[in-house]
């Protein structure tokens, strides 16, 4: 398992990217997202439950190779 440090930026300027006004500080936990590919993730399922803060979310493989996340 990795860990995932993240670090307070200070720079109250806000930035553009892609023509998109953004806080550094959301830049900066951009720049860390890891990447991980969906048939690993599912690992051959066709559906996955994700716990979040007390609630079930379903990651769902559609017939035509769509990934679809509900509540």
Known sequence: MSTLTLRRVTDAQPLRVLGHAASAATLAVASTARKISSQLLLDG?????????G???HLRLTRNDKLILTK
């Open 55 to 57: 609630s079930e979310y």
């Open 45 to 53: 399922a066709r559906e996955l439950v994700i716990q979040h803060q």
